[in-house]
């Protein structure tokens, strides 16, 4: 059983900064990909970066440049460092990771960006 636990959010003024982190159970380097998701109040659950066992990234666009996706295999975590936030980042964050083609989600974390 994969289990996935997030921290570190919290509420931010715009322009500022928050890293996430993903606390995952086993060798979260069988895990391809890994992810951060968010979900905004009354929207839709969207992909906002991913991250391959190998290292390679891939992020949304409303997100390039500004958030930075990254794992560490050797503490079972990855990590989404969100610098410049701005009100429309204000969601709950979800952690995703891929095993053996099932896909699996920790509980949330809130982010809310507000001045």
């Known amino acids: 059983q994969v289990q996935l636990v997030e921290s570190g959010g919290g509420l931010v003024q715009p322009g500022g900064s928050l890293r996430l982190s993903c606390a995952a159970s086993?060798?979260?380097?069988?895990?391809?990909?890994m992810a951060w998701y968010r979900q905004a109040p009354g929207k839709q659950r969207e992909l906002v970066a991913t991250i391959m066992s190998g290292g390679r990234t891939n992020y949304a666009d409303s997100v390039k440049g500004r958030f930075t996706i990254s794992r560490d295999n050797a503490k079972n975590t990855v990590c989404l460092q969100m610098s410049s936030l701005k009100p429309e980042d204000t969601a709950v964050y979800y952690c995703?990771?891929?095993?053996?083609?099932?896909?699996?989600w920790g509980q949330g974390t809130q982010v809310t960006v507000s001045s």
């Open positions: 086993g060798s979260i380097f069988s895990y391809n990909p």
């Open positions: 995703n990771a891929v095993l053996r083609g099932i896909g699996y």
